[in-house]
């Protein structure tokens, strides 16, 4: 079946520094990708997605390029700010209205 | 861009009773409704996917006896946890997919915290 894998956490950084959450994915077939944000005592949103190899996505300063040889989704941002504290989700979906497979999730902190 | 509103956002209920969580779509159709349960810091666990005017399939190990889906409208569907324990104390979380499939993507609710005492 289909799996995702991302770092575990916490992961703490400095304001302005950069920021990488790598996640893997297992999958047949030729799944769509996204990275979700979590925070505190609220629902996720969808920050970024790709639906086929090589697509980047991008959105608020961060980006994920779909890696269909290594199987990864990395999510990236080279300066962090404190708003960016939350939960981060890679997550995948395997064909149109099919369900969604999420990562472990990865909490970051910002530290100002 | 498509919302889901989901209510109530946290609920205290005593042992023995039920509590019913909506999730509305506001501007769009969601013709799949998939709810969730998040326990403190892990991920999302399914629980069960919902079409619009069918029965819900549940995941492995979900009773579905007591965690009644309906999803009888296409901007609307309701979870209710019926005789809640204190360990059905949890996060649960809503995602509606509308019927183009790809235009909105997955949309999620904004989460009810369930305290059962």
């Known amino acids: 079946g289909n799996s995702v894998t991302q770092m575990e956490g916490p992961v703490t950084l400095s304001e302005e520094a950069f920021l990488t959450i790598n996640c893997t994915y297992t999958?047949?077939?030729?799944?769509?990708l996204f990275w979700y944000v979590q925070y505190p005592g609220e629902g996720l949103q969808l920050l970024l997605k790709?639906?086929?190899?090589?697509d980047k996505g991008s959105n608020k300063g961060f980006e994920a390029t779909y890696r269909k040889e290594t199987t990864s989704f990395h999510l990236e941002k080279g300066s962090v700010q404190v708003s960016d504290s939350a939960v981060y989700f890679c997550a995948l979906s395997g064909a149109a209205g099919n369900k969604l497979t999420f990562g472990g999730g990865t909490r970051v902190l910002v530290k100002p | 861009g498509a919302v889901v509103s989901q209510h109530p956002s946290w609920v205290i209920c005593k042992s023995g009773t039920s509590v019913k969580i909506e999730c509305r779509s506001l501007d769009f159709q969601a013709t799949t409704m998939f709810w969730y349960r998040q326990f403190p810091k892990q991920s999302l666990m399914l629980m069960a996917t919902?079409?619009?005017?069918?029965?819900?399939?549940?995941e492995q190990g979900v009773e579905k006896d007591k965690f009644l889906i309906n999803h009888a409208s296409l901007t609307l569907s309701t979870l209710t946890v019926t005789s809640a324990h204190p360990e059905d104390s949890s996060f649960y979380i809503c995602?509606?997919?509308?019927?183009?499939?790809?235009?909105?993507?997955?949309?999620f609710g904004s989460g009810t915290r369930l305290t059962v005492v």
């Open positions: 999958a047949t077939g030729y799944p769509s």
């Open positions: 919902s079409n619009e005017g069918s029965k819900a399939t549940y």
């Open positions: 790709a639906t086929k190899a090589d």
């Open positions: 995602s509606a997919r509308d019927e183009f499939g790809d235009l909105y993507g997955y949309t």
